[in-house]
Structures are given as structure tokens and as C-alpha cells.
């Protein structure tokens, strides 16, 4: 035991310090002087590397309530530190652009005719329809001309003679299956950028109807149109833009051509599968050109009962462009239609497709005939202009058009 003293006199040194009553006072005077330097040097350190400490601390304890890595803490403190407050503040107040104040304006937006909706969007989005029918806003009604064509519009430079004067009161639309239709339209043309997304369409198929529609909903987007007129690349006007505009805009009819007819072109395409959403006795027939208003088109577009019928049973000897509007027509809401076209053609030859007309056949006197064919009614009495459009003619007849049509129908007046 003595031998062990002798071998650690600093151990037993130490332990009569800490356990003799006599040395209490050496005690508190070795640990007072070590917190004092314990607080020097955090005040130092404190006032040396304050942003750094700060800065490097908070991003520390960022990445410990994320479950960060050692990895993590390191690469963060080889990074230079953000700005200050103020420095971040003046940076922001330079890049970050001040939004503007949302308006009524910015809800009316027309989409461009070439979107990127799909037919899904496109029909739910112009299905839309506001519960509160007086427009907030000022507003001049608009006839929509939709152009239904294998290519580009071959008649457009009579067309052009026939809008000219007139902007702010048509719109136009084209659907096309010709992917370079638009290719030659110059930036000038009324045509120019007019095209909307397009699909094939086939003679009497389904998708004809389908073509039908998305130039529709196309139009609808636009709320200041109000009438919605059907065309193709070899229609013609009968009359000036005035006297066009006037007759649809003043309408309180739509224009569907519907009627029943026996035997194999008639009710002879009807299948029973369509029973019971469409009965024999329902079945309709008509020509596929129509002019309509826009609570119709609304409907048109939105219906998926009928449509769906067409779909899948119409085929073959069907031909759904001259049965489905018809028939939807006259069965919901017979009672604003006309049950007639405003398209002249002729089908007195037979077969399946009406008269071609070539330049031989444009003269002042045939003109003059097919605006003044027969009578009709308009708005419950007897009217003298029943057909406002004309078919079908062939691109060889423009040039004669252009030289008779704009005085004979007196274009720009």
C-alpha cells in the first residue's frame, strides 16, 4: 500500500483535493476560471464567424428534421452562403414580375383554332354554358362559317370578295384532313390560320359526324358567335354579306333539312338495334349542310345518348351524315327547326352525289335562277329567299364566279 503512494503521488494529490474540507476554496477558484475562458472564447468565435455560424447552423438543422446525411451536412458547407435579408428582398422585388389584376377579359380569351386539346376537352369545354344569359359586356353577334373539306378552300378567293368589309361579324373555321391545306393560305387571307385540328373523314362514316362537331365546339368558344353554318370547298353565296347575315341573325329557326322517307335511301338504312333510344317511326333523313343557333349547337355537341347509337350501329348502308342530325333534330327539339336546308343542289340526276358545276355552267341567268328557285317560309310568312348557299362547284368554275358573282350578288355592299 505504501508502495502504491509512493508510485502515484498526483493520484492521492488529487484526491485530498477534491475530498479535504480545507481545499473547497482552490476548487471554486479552478472552476470559475475555467468558465471564464470557456465564455471568452464563444465570444470571440461568436463575433468572428457570426453570419457563417448562423447561416451554416440553420441549414444544419434544415437537413436533421429531413433525415439528411453526413454526405448532405458536408456539401452544404462547401456552398457560399445566400444573401443577406435585405440583398434577397431587393433581388426578388427586380426578377419577380407583378401579377396582373385578373379580369372578365382574361376568362373570354378565344383559344387559337390550332390547340392542343383533345376532342374529350374540346367538346366538355364548349359544352359550357353560363346560367346568367345577359352578357356583362358588350357584345356584336357573329356568324360562324365552317368549312368542311378534303383540302384547302379551292373557291376562297370568292369567299374573300364576300367578307370583305365585314370584319367583326364572322368568324371563320376549317377542318381538314390535308395536313398542308393551310400551307398556301396567305398571311392576308381571311383562310389564313383558320384551320383547326383535324381528322380524317370518310364519305358518309361516323367520323363525318365527328368532324361536324369539333368544328362546332371549335366555334363555340368563341360566345360572340351566334349562328353556326355548315360548308364545303364547293359552296358558293347567293347573296351579299349584308343580306346573309341579316336572314341568319334574325332567324328564330334552325335549318336542319328532315324528313321521312320510305323504301332503301329512307327508312330502309334504319337498324333495330338503334331501338329503343330511336324507333322506325323516328328515323329521319336529310342533307348534312345545316345552319344552326348556338343553343342547338350546344346540344348537338353535348349529346352522347344518340350519338352513341350512331356509332354503333350506323355503318354500312347507313351513312350518318344524312341521318344522325335529322333524326336527333326532329326527335328533342323539333320545334325550332324548319325542317330545311339553305343549301341549293341539285339531285335530279340520281346516283349518289348531286350535280357538279363547271365553268360551262356559271352564267348571270343560272345564277340569277338558283337565288330565286322557289318560295318559303321565314319567321311564319312567305319569304322569296330560301337558299343562301349553293352547291356543289368545281374549282374550273372560279373564274367565272369572280367575274359574275360580286356584281350580279353585289359583294361589299
Known sequence: MKNNNTQNPSITTLFKLFNAPLHISNLLSLMLFFFFGLCFGIIITFHLKNISFNL????????????????????????SP????????????ATTPVPEKVGLKNYLTVPEPMHDMTDEELLWRASMVPKVRDYPFERTE??????????????????????????????????????????????????????????????????MIEAERRLLANALLDFSNQRFVLLSESCIPLFNFSTVYTYLINSKHNFVESYDLEGPVGRGRYSPKMAPTVDIEEWRKGSQWFEMNRDLAIEVISDKMYFSVFHDFCDGQCYADEHYLPTFVTKMFGETNSNRTLHFVDWAKGGPHPTRYTRNDVTEEFLEELRNDKSCEYNGK??????????????HALDRLLRIAPKLMQFNL
Open 142 to 207: 357573329k356568324v360562324a362559317f365552317m368549312f368542311l373539306t378534303r383540302g384547302p378552300v379551292v373557291l376562297s378567293p370568292l369567299w374573300e370578295k364576300f367578307f370583305k368589309g365585314n370584319d367583326g361579324l364572322f368568324s371563320i373555321y376549317v377542318h381538314s384532313s390535308d395536313s398542308s391545306a393551310n400551307v398556301t393560305v396567305p398571311e392576308d387571307s381571311v383562310f389564313y390560320g383558320r384551320r383547326i385540328p383535324s381528322k380524317d373523314v370518310e364519305w358518309g362514316k361516323v367520323n
Open 82 to 93: 445566400p444573401p443577406p435579408p435585405a440583398e434577397l428582398e431587393l433581388e426578388l422585388e
Open 56 to 79: 451554416q447552423f440553420t441549414q444544419f438543422t434544415h437537413f436533421s428534421h429531413s433525415n439528411a446525411t453526413l454526405a448532405d451536412v458536408s456539401y452544404l458547407a462547401t456552398q
Open 382 to 395: 312567305e319569304n322569296q329567299i330560301c337558299h343562301l348557299f349553293a352547291r356543289k362547284f368545281t374549282f
